[in-house]
């Protein structure tokens, strides 16, 4: 499409008014000229022969009279081999790269390309002339660290189209031709690996959509056996400052049994995305054996890179988990914090003058999230193979507190909440989640009666402590003691997990199950103590032997003799064992 | 010759509007009449409309006053001679020293790129016990000071400034009452540290615009001498006055508010500016310690809660005392580990002892019977919070820690504290007692 120009009329903050002359589309991208730079910028309202426009970067110093450019194209992703292990900002430029050329900072109006192209990636075929391929159909594979990368017919090809032509096996670049498609009217198509998409229109390339039905194991007990994720679910993880969302994102990025995990930093402090950019090259990928960081994308737009960029983030991130989706395999999207983009939206709608909704949030608010969490999903693609987007975000309540839009609005759309409690966190009971307030919809690892009676005993033990605040415990009867003991044991050892001890923290999704059917025992046995003390004496050590329990492989010997100890200890007690 | 406009059609609040053209958004301009001067800085334009804020505040403005546009944003003057002095948030000599006017710099910058930030490595000693043990400062870390109006954190700044093993010490004062901005420059001249501090200060007294300024001054001049391989302190006190000089201004800017008044992009102003706190590889560094006080002691107001979600912990000053509970340094298990290897257990075992002194101080004001545990916890609770959290207590780490291990040797035997026998082995002292507390007593200020 060719430029077309515009004109400054007005700036605040972030929104730039812009008169333009022939037609420009919603959303599309323009540059503005500042100097030698071109600052990018997205069509957010159209009024008249004025266009509002959101500038991704800093507005300072733009004029009125400023040469605007209107390229044409929506905001848009590059897609093709080489995105893995990278690190890119808001806007899809790699931080590396900039880094390299810029030093410290983060020059305004630099636009680098997504993916080097002078890199060669060795092809091979998997279609042949004559064949007839849909938009994301395999056209041929590269090698992408340990996945087989495909190389798709474009996403916005339409309808049938006949493969006129494919590249021989060997080395490409990306841009190179590799294929060329000759579509219904007969006009020929030239395809390269590297594609452009734009990142929010959703990809759709696949036969259907399927119900999540398949567990995402995450190694977390209190996540896998009582608030499970599905792959191609959705879950929020909403708490207040303090509570541990980000450790605990981080820890599901190591552990998720997943292929790809695309992390979006969205508005959140630069020294957390440091820590992971730091120590996944280093950390190996249990599944595989290799580095953390070879099944990694970041997508990084820290609290202090702009603001209007927060939002691109995000759309960027899914748009890349998509794409990866599109080859069969399973792809975790991190979120944290959702709650920045809001915000982002926020400002954004206050400076566009419209009529607020709750807290100042637009009213739009919740269709926007809405549509953002839907794009997860698993799906069959057109060749049989299923591939999924999960999608896990993070909410930053304000003050903590869940009723507030953000967190109302995301509750309605995801399929599991993992609520962090501020007083979980205080008592240092990691990963804070809050057993009694969490949901999921998906199911669970272990058998549903097990876990009805784990659910119970909490619900019942949390009653009953509350009672004991007010009658003390004397005036509490010994059953009620007894499950009030039982909760408490069953969050001691179960529920919270220690993430620095090599074994408790990843229990793999036999060992849940395992360990939780003699834990179900537990606190499904009648048990008879001669007094309080006892049965209080009893649960410590107890505590104590399922925690050493937790700590031993499961392999090794001490395992099955701590097994041993605490089902000698069952039978001490119980009369049904 | 820069074209002067003599025709300001709007005035209100700190606001006023001109009609101007070929002007750049956040440029800056100057305002000129008879008994009136300030700088302003372009916050809007529309078509030929220019709004400004002014720095000084919008009191005696003649809509004939001359507006001329500079032609650059903010800037402020940067270099060595800046040690020792006094400036208002606006760079303008507070002293009786000479103006500075060359090599000025910009006083808002592009952001660091994350992809050259470093995972924080060393711990920043200050000789508060309730720091340097419990939570440890890290360089490179940004950590706000909650509290109420009247606790003493003026008085923790300044002894932090003055402990603290840093190269340079930026000072920013917002809204400061004019005896504190005395005070701070007193203790500092007499310590002999001014002459490796630069204070900019905005009073309470002084137009409020100007409060805005000061953070981005002390920032960008401490980026420039971490750049030039300086560990930089910048300590802002009080960033709750700079925060409500926002709300003033995007009220007058008629902004619709979202929590409490507050502009809804508090979170992002306050990022931008906690953000400049940064390790850079092969340089420098910039710390930041930042007041905050809370209103209404309400950590969920918008200023604190914002804070809290940005900043990497937060220290609770309450009663006189940072306190145990609720202060966190996010980064401190990056150092702590590295001190001495009694460090995290004296800090985890303390703690824990001292939340059950909290019980049993809660039991006893109920009127509940005290056991013999009861007794030792509340006489351990008493000790720790004379000798060690007193906020005048100021001794090195390994003195603190060693404190530490004779405190719980007058309260308790080994066992009762659940520390690992391996530990205490090496280091429980060995003529447990009375004695050995009261020597180490003297270090300790007298009650």
């Known amino acids: ?577 | 010759m820069r074209k002067v406009y003599q025709e300001i059609s709007q005035i209100a609040g700190n606001v006023i509007t001109v009609q101007a053209t070929g002007v750049g958004n956040q440029e800056l301009a100057s305002v000129e009449a008879p008994g009136f001067s300030s700088l302003a800085q372009v916050i809007r334009i529309e078509g030929d409309n220019v709004t400004m804020q002014v720095f000084s505040g919008t009191r005696g403005v003649p809509t004939d006053a001359e507006v001329r546009f500079i032609g650059h944003e903010a800037q402020t003057p940067f270099s060595d001679d800046l040690l020792g002095r006094v400036f208002t948030g606006g760079g303008v000599p507070r002293d009786r020293g000479p103006a500075l006017d060359e090599d000025l710099i910009p006083i808002v910058g592009p952001p660091v790129n994350p992809a050259r930030r470093v995972i924080p490595r060393t711990m920043i000693r200050t000789g508060i016990p309730m720091i340097d043990v419990f939570n440890s400062l890290v360089e490179s870390q940004k950590l706000p000071i909650f509290s109420v109006a009247g606790e003493p954190y003026n008085e923790l700044l300044a002894r932090i400034a003055l402990n603290a093993e840093v190269d340079l010490i930026v000072l920013g004062g917002m809204g400061l009452k004019y005896d504190d901005y005395l005070f701070f420059r007193e203790t500092l001249e007499e310590a002999g540290a001014l002459s490796r501090a630069i204070l900019y200060v905005h009073t309470a007294a002084d137009p409020v615009v100007e409060c805005l300024l000061v953070p981005d001054t002390c920032l960008a001049v401490a980026e420039k001498f971490a750049l030039g391989g300086k560990r930089v302190l910048v300590l802002l006190t009080d960033m709750t006055n700079f925060a409500d000089a926002l709300k003033e201004v995007a009220v007058t800017m008629e902004q619709i508010p979202s929590t409490r008044g507050y502009p809804g992009d508090l979170y992002s102003q306050l990022a931008a500016r906690y953000e400049k706190a940064v390790d850079f590889e092969g340089a420098g560094s910039v710390t930041v310690l930042a007041v905050t006080t809370m209103p209404g002691d309400d950590v969920t107001h918008p200023i604190p809660d914002n804070t809290g979600y940005i900043t990497e912990g937060q220290f609770y000053l309450r009663n006189g005392r940072i306190e145990p509970f609720g202060s966190l340094s996010r980064l401190k298990q990056q150092v702590n580990a590295r001190t001495r290897d009694d460090h995290r257990t004296i800090m985890n075992t303390m703690i824990q002892l001292y939340a059950g002194f909290r019980e049993s101080q809660e039991k006893q004001s109920m009127g509940f019977r005290m056991s013999a545990w009861d007794d030792k916890l509340l006489k351990y609770g008493e000790l720790f919070e004379t000798r060690m959290m007193d906020l005048a207590v100021n001794i090195p780490l390994e003195e603190a820690l060693d404190l530490g291990w004779w405190i719980l040797a007058e309260c308790f035997a080994p066992q009762e504290t659940g520390i690992p026998t391996a530990l205490v082995e090496r280091f429980w002292p060995a003529e447990a007692g009375a004695r050995g507390v009261e020597t180490l007593a003297e270090a300790a200020p007298a009650e």
């Open chain 1, 1 to 577: 499409m060719s430029l077309r120009a515009g004109r400054v009329k007005g700036v605040s903050g972030n929104l730039v008014t812009v008169e333009f002359d022939e037609a420009v589309s919603q959303n599309e991208v323009a540059y503005v000229r500042l100097g030698d730079l071109r600052l990018i910028a997205e069509v957010i309202r159209v009024r008249g022969r004025y266009a509002d426009m959101q500038v991704f970067e800093s507005t300072a110093g733009i004029r009125v009279g400023d040469a605007v450019e209107f390229i044409g194209e929506l905001l848009s992703v590059e897609l093709g081999p080489g995105l893995l292990s990278r690190v890119f900002d808001g806007l899809q430029n790699p931080l590396n790269v900039i880094a390299e050329r810029h030093g410290f900072f983060l020059p305004r109006g630099e636009q680098t390309e997504a993916l080097p192209r002078d890199q060669v990636w060795e092809f091979a075929p998997r279609a042949a002339a004559g064949d007839r391929v849909l938009a994301g159909d395999t056209l041929g594979v590269v090698a992408e660290g340990i996945f087989e990368h495909r190389v798709m017919a474009p996403f916005g090809l339409a309808g049938v189209a006949e493969v006129a032509e494919v590249a021989a096996a060997g080395e490409y670049t990306i841009t190179d031709r590799i294929a060329v498609l000759r579509d219904a009217s007969g006009e020929e198509l030239d395809v390269a690996m590297l594609q452009r998409w734009p990142v929010k229109r959703p990809i759709r390339c696949y036969a259907e959509r399927l119900r999540p039905t398949d567990q995402l194991v995450t190694k977390m007990r209190i996540l896998d056996t009582f608030f499970p994720v599905a792959k191609g679910g959705t879950y929020c993880v909403p708490g207040p400052f303090g509570a541990g969302k980000t450790v605990l994102q981080q820890l599901v990025s190591r552990h998720a049994d997943v292929d790809v995990v695309v992390i979006a930093a969205c508005g959140e402090r630069a020294g957390e995305v440091v820590e992971t950019l730091r120590e996944f090259p280093v950390l190996t990928d249990p599944r595989t054996g290799r580095s953390l960081m070879e099944r990694t994308v970041i997508i990084c737009n820290t609290s202090s890179m702009p603001v209007a960029a927060r939002e691109a983030s995000v759309y960027t991130a899914v748009t890349i988990a998509e794409y990866y989706r599109q080859m069969g395999l399973h792809v975790l999207l991190l979120a944290d914090s959702t709650s920045r983009w809001a915000q982002a939206l926020r400002e954004m709608s206050g400076r566009l003058e419209e009529i607020p909704g709750e807290e100042a949030f637009p009213a739009y608010l919740e269709s926007v999230i809405a549509a953002f969490y839907e794009r997860a999903g698993a799906v069959r693609l057109n060749d049989g193979t299923v591939g999924t987007v999960t999608i896990g975000g993070t909410v930053s309540p304000a003050g903590g507190d869940f009723e507030e839009p953000v967190t109302q609005s995301t509750l309605k759309v995801v399929g599991a909440f993992h609520g962090l409690s501020r007083q979980r966190s205080d008592a240092r009971r990691y990963p804070a989640i809050d057993p009694l307030e969490s949901w999921s919809k998906y199911g669970s690892i272990v058998p549903d009666g097990e876990l009805a009676l784990a659910r119970h005993v909490l619900s019942k033990g949390h009653e009953v402590q509350e009672m004991m605040k007010v009658v003390e415990e004397e005036g509490t009867a010994m059953a009620d003691f007894v499950v009030y003991l039982k909760a408490e044991y069953l969050d001691a050892v179960y529920l919270q997990q220690d993430a620095f001890d090599p074994v408790d923290g990843a229990s793999s999704s036999e060992r849940q199950r395992h360990v939780f059917s003699l834990i179900a025992r537990i606190l499904g046995a009648d048990m008879a103590f001669q007094d309080k003390d006892a049965a209080r004496s009893y649960f410590q050590t107890l505590t104590q032997a399922t925690r050493d329990w937790n700590r031993a492989a499961m392999e090794e010997d001490s395992f099955a003799a701590a097994q041993a100890r605490i089902e000698a200890m069952l039978s001490e007690v119980s009369s049904d064992a």
